[in-house]
């Protein structure tokens, strides 16, 4: 019986070791189901973040041209310094459209409330409007209106974040600004960052969708250089 004995203990150790063993076998492998599952996270995060804009370049927009009037109150008619930067603005006026922003600049001739315009405006829509020449001065980014050009752009709601459309034409638009004027990325600024106004509010507050524009923006530079080559 002894022996018999002897051999049941040695069973039970041996099956204690072997639940144990693939007790840990489990949980390795659980790990690197979690390893794999965080890796596939992650690069589908990386993939829709980059894809998302991935067909924007920097060919030029569809531009809808309505110059203003010359007058002294939105089209001084004053040539630029030469263009060193590209300066992003937000109407402020939540779901007021492109048009709308562009005929206000145009009246202000008439109602002479103040002197203020921007050298393109972007809609709602992604409908861009042109209402100053390039290189001329537009009443927008104060003491920088001499070396830049202006963008204003609609926004749909207090928050003043812009809609998909909006944001597709303004990365275009800016892009295609940026290689026209020899600029990068790091030249494109918020008009916060002359005169620490809270325009444009959303890429003021919320510094990382900030970065992310002007990361979309070099992306669709690149685009067009892998283009050309
Ligand atoms: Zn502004």
Redesign the pocket.
């Known amino acids: 019986m002894q022996p018999k004995k002897k051999s049941r203990w040695k069973n039970k150790g041996e099956n204690r070791a072997k639940s144990l063993r693939r007790r840990k076998t489990y949980a390795a492998a659980g790990i690197l189901v979690l390893v794999i599952l965080t890796a596939a996270a992650g690069i589908h995060s990386c993939v829709s973040q980059n894809g998302r804009y991935a067909d924007v370049d920097a060919s030029e927009p569809e531009l809808d041209v309505q110059l203003l009037d010359v007058n002294p109150y939105s089209r001084p008619g004053i040539q630029s310094d030469g263009i060193n930067g590209i300066v992003i ?2 109407t402020a006026n939540p779901g007021s459209t492109a048009q709308e922003n562009r005929d206000y600049f145009n009246g202000l001739q008439y109602s002479q409330e103040i002197e203020a315009s921007s050298n393109f405006i972007v809609g709602l829509e992604g409908e861009i409007i042109q209402c100053v020449p390039t290189w001329e001065v537009a009443y ?2 104060n003491e920088r209106n001499s070396d830049t050009v202006s963008i ?1 752009v609609c926004h749909p709601d207090e928050t003043g974040e812009f809609t998909d459309k909006t944001y597709r034409s303004l990365v275009q638009l800016t892009a295609w600004l940026c290689v026209k004027f020899s600029l990068t990325e790091e030249d494109v600024i918020r ?1 916060y960052d002359v005169t620490g ?1 809270n ?2 509010k959303y890429f003021v507050e919320n510094e990382d969708a900030w970065e992310r524009f002007k990361e979309n923006v070099g992306d669709a530079m690149r685009k067009s250089q892998e283009g050309e080559k």
């Open positions: 603005h937000y927008a980014s204003e008009h106004k325009c444009p």
